[in-house]
């Protein structure tokens, strides 16, 4: 069974930075891409991030590039979002998501639970 | 704003059938495969179409995706209330070098 367990997540004040991880089982970890997918309370989707399984390639939404790093260890099966800057406007869960293929941030086949990010002064 | 347009809702009544829409451009559904979600209260979302009409094992016969040009459309036969969720689509934008979701849509089962 695949599972995906997201940390990390907290209260942080504007401007400070803060690190997610999510850990996952229940499969080939290097064969797929993962990404981290946002929602604002009450509000819809927003893609974050995506990196592909082996980890040469990533990318991100126009929102957070240039503040946030998305990361891969395939030894520990762990995929990791470091946000810097952050702004009141980034308070969301995040999600992290499994894609279908070693390529595909999009057709995310499973989800973590999501963690709670709270930017407040 | 989103990149991709839904209706903020649609409702039918328990076994009807309904139908939801998700509007783009070329440079996203024109040219890539659009996946669909379902997200039901409290919970994660759930991949329900990708390659816009292939179903996960698991997701019935009676979720069903379709796309025509720079539209797609979900479809879902005979409602149940436990139907009742928001529906996003999504989908690769070449120009923006990223996923794109639609806005969701809150299917109500009357």
């Known amino acids: 069974e695949v599972q995906l367990v997201e940390s990390g997540g907290g209260l942080v004040q504007p401007g400070g930075s803060l690190r997610l991880s999510c850990a996952a089982s229940?499969?080939?970890?290097?064969?797929?891409?993962m990404s981290w997918v946002r929602q604002a309370p009450g509000k819809g989707l927003e893609w974050v991030s995506g990196?592909?399984?082996?980890?040469?390639?990533?990318s991100y939404a126009g929102s957070v590039k240039g503040r946030f790093t998305i990361s891969r260890d395939n030894a520990k099966n762990t995929v990791y979002l470091q946000m810097n800057s952050l702004r009141a406007e980034d308070t969301d869960v995040y999600y992290c998501?499994?894609?279908?293929?070693?390529?595909?941030?999009?057709?995310?086949?499973?989800w973590g639970r999501g963690t709670l990010v709270t930017v407040s002064s | 704003q989103s990149a991709l347009t839904q209706p903020p809702s649609v409702s039918a009544a328990p076994g009807q059938k309904v139908t939801i829409s998700c509007s783009g451009s070329?440079?996203?559904?024109?040219?890539?495969?659009v996946s669909w979600y379902q997200q039901l209260p409290g919970t994660a979302p759930k991949l329900l179409i990708y390659?816009?009409?292939k179903r996960p094992s698991g997701i019935p016969d009676r979720f069903s995706g379709s796309k025509s040009g720079t539209s797609a459309t979900l479809g879902v036969t005979g409602l149940q209330t436990g139907d009742e969720a928001d529906y996003y689509c999504?989908?690769?934008?070449?120009?923006?070098?990223?996923?794109?979701f639609g806005g969701g849509t809150k299917l109500t089962v009357l």
């Open positions: 998501a499994k894609g279908q293929g070693s390529v595909k941030f999009n057709e995310l086949d499973n």
């Open positions: 229940g499969f080939t970890f290097s064969n797929y891409a």
């Open positions: 990196i592909t399984g082996s980890g040469d390639r990533t």
């Open positions: 070329t440079s996203n559904i024109g040219n890539n495969y």
């Open positions: 390659e816009n009409n």
């Open positions: 999504g989908t690769w934008d070449s120009s923006l070098i990223a996923v794109v």
